[in-house]
């Protein structure tokens, strides 16, 4: 079955620098591959998904990439704000709405 | 507005007893998904549904089991509660392919 790897496991940033998760998938048949923010106490929300016929997708602050051939995808945060702090999560499934694996999470510390 | 709900939101039982996390939703979402939160671990899946009367094993179902007898509803059965089964499970749903999974806001179960 599918596996997901996500690193780093702690990320702690200045306020205004960039941060980026990194995340491997392990099934070829993956197509769908959303991130989620959670805050502290709160449940995992959507902020941004990539499908695998596109390479790169962006939402003002926010962009993941996806590497195919090598099965990785990437979040990217820039101009950090003390609100992006918060636990990260990748996931990977096929068609998405159906069977989704999660990484282990990041969690991400914006230093004001 | 469309929502989903789970109960007991806090629960703490003792070893040995059966427990029962209930999840409605009001989306009229086919797929239902239940995922344990783990510190480390991410979030795990446990079971899900693909619609009534279906429901499927995921990565940590030993000790758990789901039926669906309508659209709305996915109780998680604790047969025999464990310490290890001290967790927070999130209750999940989406419409379907290319469809977002939505989280319900959790269930903190201590298991002593």
């Known amino acids: 079955g599918e596996n997901v790897e996500q690193h780093p496991s702690t990320l702690s940033v200045q306020e205004g620098d960039s941060a980026v998760i990194k995340c491997t998938y392990s099934d070829s048949a993956s197509n769908y591959f959303p991130w989620y923010k959670q805050e502290l106490g709160k449940r995992p929300q959507l902020i941004i998904d990539i499908r695998s016929n596109v390479g790169e997708k962006k939402d003002q602050r926010i962009a993941v990439t996806l590497n195919k051939t090598a099965k990785h995808f990437s979040l990217h945060i820039t101009e950090t704000q003390p609100e992006d702090s918060a636990v990260y999560f990748c996931a990977a499934s096929i068609s998405g709405g159906f069977k989704t694996i999660f990484g282990a999470g990041t969690r991400l510390f914006v230093k004001a | 507005d469309a929502e989903i709900t789970q109960s007991p939101r806090h629960k703490i039982t003792e070893t040995g007893r059966q427990v029962t996390l209930a999840c409605h939703q009001t989306?009229?979402?086919?797929?239902m998904f239940w995922y344990r939160q783990d510190l480390g671990h991410g979030l795990r899946l446990i079971h899900y549904s693909y619609g009534v009367q279906d429901t499927n094993k995921g990565e940590v179902s030993d000790g758990y089991s789901v039926s669906r007898s309508n659209t709305e509803d996915l109780p998680l059965t604790l047969e025999s509660a464990a310490s290890s089964q001290t967790s927070v499970y999130f209750c999940a749903s989406s419409g379907g392919s290319g469809n977002t999974i939505y989280f319900g806001e959790g269930s903190w179960l201590t298991v002593v």
């Open positions: 989306w009229n979402h086919n797929n």
